[in-house]
């Protein structure tokens, strides 16, 4: 019973630290720009395949290989973030809230059907990026998937904290995010700091990918919607706007999802993400760890 | 005035649709016999998730009809194959088929190839009196229908009996864990049957556990069935979820034998699951492997007419499936729906290439089930099991 | 003189009642086409009341749609047999079945509106979205797991009740029915909540009463969409009423110019017979789509068919 129960408590762990790296970006638009990026479900779909593809290149298998391949990802992907960020919303930057997410549906289908469209809707197999091996500890099976992701997602998670509390960048970030007109009046462009963001927002998704590609090696272009939809309910319950709500917001609900599934109800896993979803924005629309926030008339 | 323009748009509208509607509607039934042409309807999942299985079953229906055709035909026409892509989406087979049948006017429909898309497109047949055959749709509900839908293939039933029997006798397995997907009548349909049939047989059910199609992680309900102490694992789903699986059990060291039914058989199981999904099993309609003539033969005609590649279960099924439509119209005399209907019911021995079609009253096929192994990344033929 | 509104809608009505007579001198192919625009004009009128007039952006009416397709079907499907009899009755018992089972799934729509409506009132902009679109899949989850009403495999078989005559009627009673809201008093409420909530509460407006007002008769025309969609394909699935429907109908709604109904209705048949025109590239379809979208909303967010200044 008890290894039942730590088995599942690492399953939940390493599926929840996925949603912590998306719900990480989703947290750090909405912190600057208070709309919700639709479309970073699919920057998610993106890092998988350009890891797909960029595994071509690359010794699989090597742990070598695997971190160029993740940085390829990265890379690839925050330029698309960045890409998105200047094309679609830019020009919208004064529109009311309501159209720039509409914008942000629009990219979100237009990237999963051009997909569709040139990488086929058929599942693709994605290759074991790093030398697979399983652990044996107190009745638990621990597979090094699983350790890669915890471990590469910690290792993000701390640089992250390093970007936005030790730089120059960072600092600017912070202050956009309290007050962008404020910001702009001390010196800082809005428009870098803000596509700086983008950048990193969409580089941890693309992580996400390749970590979520890892340990369910079967990709398609639809893959990121269903992420995307709980990473996004992670970030509000662990209070939009907080990165380090982010986290633990993606923790809990990868614990929690993981756990129904292995239960008698586990069809309704996907359910009890937006079940808990209703009950913190009726009951605690600030999150866990987010601050209220007041409304100026 | 606020109504104004809502009576002004009422108007233009109207007249602007019935313009457009001023297409008089032909006599179909005329229409169908004066064609030069035997139209054929076909649907079938050639992208999406069950897009193998589509995509093979076309492959075999296309070369059957080109055999034909080359052949003259029947009845002195020539076959037209009227395809449709029905995405492997709910929802689609169901416009697809009615367009097949009021614009294409086609004789008879062919497909699919999933229990729950036949059993979609199944009642605007019956309703219309149109011929349905499936190639691969074994969930028994779908020939209930009504006495105009057909299927060349065995029901699960018999599959899952299959199953259970090769897990006990073969595989001396005594607790055997089921995994089904909630999302497809097959697999729901071929869980209970193999269910039934291994305890009846004294084996246990120690863990059932239940997976939405398209679900990536199972790591949840494999462990629980790992904690439930299985030493097998029944998975009746579909090629992409069923290589995860593996791929997942293996990762909690889970060493137990993995098995499946003919949902099983595509290329991608062994291209996604890799090391995984050998030394595991599932059962299906035909294996290419098999030493008769006449196997051997499409064998080598399916290669040369598709850049080598070896047919399946879902290629010999969609090959024979127009086989007995083309053998039905020549004994029928013509291809009026009823006329064809008891054509269809009353084939009997007929030559497929995945075994003796006859058509019981059940309008289903009585025919063998193989047994393919994965070894080395390759399918490999085990046994074959009679009825 | 009954007023000039209830005219137009007997006009509607008798139209519809018309082009129901001709129906079977017309090409199948062409009336199923009427049937789907039809359908998704309903839809998107009516999800034009909620987002375009009151502001309230859901991303659930696919939710609503499912409730009414599934209600009505049940009702058709299992009660319907024992009510109609062996012999499967006259038209005109059948006819009374199908609006029994239509308003019957429309008032479950509704009511699954009012759910809907009452928690989601003190949230604003994405937020909102976010929630009804987490009521749309929670919703699609639970019919996922309702055995009884097909469970993952949904339904088939549902007896072909929805004729052109139906659809027309309804759409001319949808029509009718938001424009009323919309030209009472319930309109400048929904118009007040639109442009700017806080002002209206400062006013004294019960923004919360126009909101759910909004939600619960939207739905019903949701649900109501969702039986003669069902009873037309005859065949359900939880599969084919998820988030993407959702956004197939926010697309009309945005394209016709939020809160212009003539604008919407274009949009609609616009949307519907692009798919069908555009069969021989059907793989195109979503990406032709999704930029429609993202062009719109840079260049003319006011919405194609909106010839209309409407103010910021």
């Known amino acids: 019973m008890l290894s039942e129960f730590l088995q599942q408590l690492l399953n939940g762990l390493s599926l929840g630290a996925i949603y912590a790296l998306i719900a990480i970006g989703y947290t750090m638009v909405y912190g600057i720009l208070r709309f919700i990026n639709f479309a970073h479900s699919d920057v998610f779909m993106a890092g998988a395949f350009i890891g797909l593809n960029a595994a071509k290149f690359v010794h699989v298998g090597t742990v070598f290989g695997g971190l160029e391949v993740l940085a390829t990802a990265m890379i690839g992907c925050a330029a698309l973030g960045i890409t998105i960020e200047r094309l679609a919303y830019r020009p919208l930057r004064n529109a009311p809230t309501l159209n720039v997410l509409i914008t942000a549906i629009g990219v979100s289908l237009l990237l999963e059907y051009s997909g569709q469209k040139f990488f086929g809707a058929a599942p693709r197999r994605f290759p074991a990026l790093f030398p697979v091996r399983e652990f044996n500890f107190a009745g638990v099976t621990i597979s090094s998937n699983q350790l890669t992701v915890i471990a590469v997602t910690v290792i993000l998670m701390l640089a992250l904290q390093f970007i936005v509390f030790r730089t120059k960048m960072g600092t600017a970030m912070r202050a956009v995010s309290l007050n962008p007109k404020a910001a702009q009046l001390v010196g800082i462009n809005n428009d870098i700091i803000i596509s700086f963001t983008f950048g990193l927002g969409s580089a941890l998704a693309a992580a996400g990918g390749i970590l979520y590609a890892l340990n369910y090696p079967s990709i398609d272009p639809l893959m990121g919607v269903m992420p995307g939809l709980k990473a996004f309910v992670a970030a509000v319950l662990g209070g939009i706007g907080s990165i380090p709500g982010a986290a633990l917001g993606g923790l809990i609900l990868g614990i929690v999802e993981t756990f129904v599934a292995g239960s008698p109800w586990s069809t309704g896993k996907d359910a009890i993400a937006f079940g808990i979803l209703i009950v913190i924005l009726i009951f605690r629309p600030t999150g866990l760890l987010g601050k209220a926030r007041v409304e100026k008339v | 005035m606020a109504f104004l323009p809502k009576r002004f748009a009422l108007t233009v509208s109207t007249v602007a649709l019935l313009a457009l509607s001023a297409c008089k509607k032909q006599d179909a039934a005329a229409q169908k016999q004066d064609a030069a042409m035997i139209e054929v309807g076909e649907y079938a999942s050639l992208t999406g998730k069950e897009a193998a299985f589509g995509q093979s079953s076309h492959q075999g229906t296309v070369l059957a009809i080109e055999e034909l055709n080359a052949a003259g035909g029947v009845l002195g026409k020539k076959f037209d194959l009227i395809t449709e892509d029905d995405s492997s989406k709910q929802g689609e087979p169901a416009t697809i088929v009615k367009k097949l049948i009021s614009r294409n006017n086609v004789v008879a429909v062919l497909g699919e190839a999933t229990s729950s898309r036949s059993l979609e497109a199944a009642p605007i047949c019956q309703a219309d009196k149109v011929p349905m055959i499936s190639p691969a749709a074994t969930n028994p509900a779908v020939t209930r229908v009504g006495d105009y839908i057909f299927r060349v293939c065995f029901i699960d039933p018999f599959q899952g009996a299959v199953m259970a029997k090769f897990a006990k006798n073969t595989l001396k397995l005594h607790r055997v864990a089921v995994l089904t997907s909630v999302s497809s009548a097959y697999s729901v349909g071929l869980a209970k049957y193999f269910k039934e049939r291994f305890i009846a047989d004294g084996g246990e059910i120690p863990a059932e556990q239940e997976y939405s199609e398209g679900d990536k992680d199972f790591n949840a309900q494999l462990t629980a069935i790992k904690a439930a102490g299985a030493d097998g694992l029944f998975v009746p789903g579909y090629y992409t979820e069923a290589a995860l699986v593996c791929i997942q059990a293996r990762n909690l060291g889970m060493q137990i034998p993995i098995f499946g039914g003919d949902g099983w058989e595509a290329p991608e199981l062994i291209q996604i699951g890799g090391a995984a999904v050998n030394g595991c099993y599932f059962s299906t309609h035909f294996s290419p492997e098999n030493d008769s003539p006449a196997v051997k033969d499409f064998d080598a005609k399916y290669g040369a007419r598709f850049n080598g590649e070896t047919p399946d279960g879902m290629a010999a099924l969609g090959y024979d499936s127009a086989g007995v439509l083309a053998d039905a119209i020549r004994r029928a005399g013509s291809t009026d729906g009823p006329a064809l209907r008891d054509a269809l019911a009353a084939t009997k021995d007929f030559p497929g290439v995945s075994g003796m079609i006859t058509i019981d009253a059940n309008r289903n096929a009585t025919k063998p089930a193989v047994i393919i192994a994965i070894k080395d990344g390759h399918f490999k033929f085990v046994e074959s099991i009679a009825p | 003189m009954p007023p000039k509104s209830l005219c137009a809608l007997v006009a509607g009505l008798l139209v519809a009642a018309g082009i129901g007579a001709f129906s079977d001198r017309i090409d199948p192919y062409y009336l ?251 793989d195109y379809r979503m990406i032709i789509y999704s930029l429609l979208l993202i062009v719109l909303m840079i260049a003319r967010p006011q919405g194609l068919f909106n010839f209309k200044r409407k103010k910021a």
């Open chain 3, 32 to 282: 199923d086409v009427l049937t789907g625009i039809g359908i998704n004009v309903i839809l998107a009128v009516s999800l034009n009341l909620v987002n375009g007039y009151t502001g309230q952006f859901s991303l659930g009416h696919a939710g609503f749609m499912s409730v009414g397709a599934y209600l009505s079907a049940a009702v058709t499907l299992f009660l319907g047999p024992r009510l109609l009899g062996a012999g499967g009755g006259t038209a005109l018992e059948q006819g009374m079945l199908f609006l029994g089972a239509l308003l019957c799934g429309g008032l479950c729509a509704a009511f699954a509106g009012l759910l809907v409506g009452v928690p989601s009132l003190r949230l604003k902009g994405d937020y909102l979205a976010i929630v009804t679109l987490g009521f749309g899949e929670i919703i699609r989850v639970i019919f996922q797991n309702v055995n009884a009403l097909g469970g993952a495999l949904g339904l088939n078989g549902i007896p072909p009740y929805t004729t052109i005559a139906w659809v027309l009627a309804f759409v001319a009673i949808t029509i009718f029915t938001v424009l009323c809201l919309v030209h009472s008093t319930y309109g400048r409420g929904f118009l007040a909540t639109h442009d700017d909530e806080i002002a209206a509460e400062a006013v004294g407006l019960n923004t919360t009463r126009y909101k759910i007002v909004a939600f619960v008769v939207g739905a019903f025309f949701a649900g109501i969409a969702g039986g003669l969609y069902g009873h037309f394909k005859q065949s359900i699935a939880p599969s084919g009423f998820d988030f993407t429907k959702s956004i197939e109908i926010v697309v009309m709604v945005i394209l016709g110019g939020m809160g212009n109904t003539l604008g919407v209705i274009l949009a609609a048949i616009l949307l519907t017979l692009l798919p069908e025109v555009l069969r021989p590239i059907a």
